[in-house]
């Protein structure tokens, strides 16, 4: 018969064990770090267009601000100056 120290331990143990066995999966990756150029900003993130009748100043204004800077970074785009 089991004592309930030992029940305790085996308790212990199984929770000890649960722990490690998630943690040593978590610490693998096989995916690759993204790069961070220019070149991948301007094939991810393209000038926006929106609706001035539409959207909401703020919106208007943001959607103005994210595509000057794509403009200024980018440049080719019908929406760029």
Do not use: F
């Amino acid at each position: 018969m089991t004592s309930k120290r030992s029940w305790s331990a085996i308790r212990v143990l199984a929770a000890l064990g649960l722990l490690v066995s998630t943690i040593g999966c978590g610490a693998i990756s096989t995916k690759t770090q993204p790069t961070e150029t220019v070149a991948d900003l301007c094939v991810i993130a393209k000038p926006i267009s929106y609706s001035a009748s539409g959207d909401t100043a703020e919106t208007v204004e943001q959607v103005r601000s994210h595509n000057a800077a794509w403009c200024e970074v980018c440049g080719d785009h019908p929406l760029c100056p």
